[in-house]
């Protein structure tokens, strides 16, 4: 079982910079995909950047260039570098591991974390 636990969201002006955690505890971390995910009022939650155990990253178009995703299987950790940040980057920001490759294996939500973009 994986408990995640997000950290480093904030309000931030336009052009700023972020850094978000999600610290692990648990057994297995390095065998799980890390996803963040953002949902932002009266939206739907949508996936920003992924990483898979093997270290494989894709990243929604929105934030291409802009966010990167990283994995630390030894600090069992994953982060999310957000640069250049924009007002539309306002949202909760929530971290999720699952193993996709293991057929029924759960999944896991940290509790969220709440970046604000605004001048």
């Known amino acids: 079982q994986v408990q995640l636990v997000e950290s480093g969201g904030g309000v931030v002006q336009p052009g700023g910079s972020l850094r978000l955690s999600c610290a692990a505890t648990?057994?297995?971390?390095?065998?799980?995909?890390v996803g963040w995910f953002r949902q932002a009022p009266g939206k739907l939650r949508e996936l920003v950047a992924h990483?898979?155990?093997?270290?494989?990253?894709n990243y929604h178009d929105s934030v291409k260039g802009r966010f990167t995703i990283s994995k630390d299987n030894a600090k069992k950790k994953a982060d999310l570098q957000m640069n250049s940040l924009k007002v539309e980057d306002t949202a909760a920001y929530y971290c999720?591991?699952?193993?996709?490759?293991?057929?029924?294996?759960?999944?896991?939500w940290g509790q969220g974390t709440q970046v604000t973009v605004s001048s």
């Open positions: 999720h591991a699952d193993r996709p490759r293991i057929p029924g294996a759960a999944d896991y």
């Open positions: 990483i898979s155990a093997f270290g494989v990253t």
């Open positions: 648990g057994s297995g971390f390095s065998n799980y995909d």
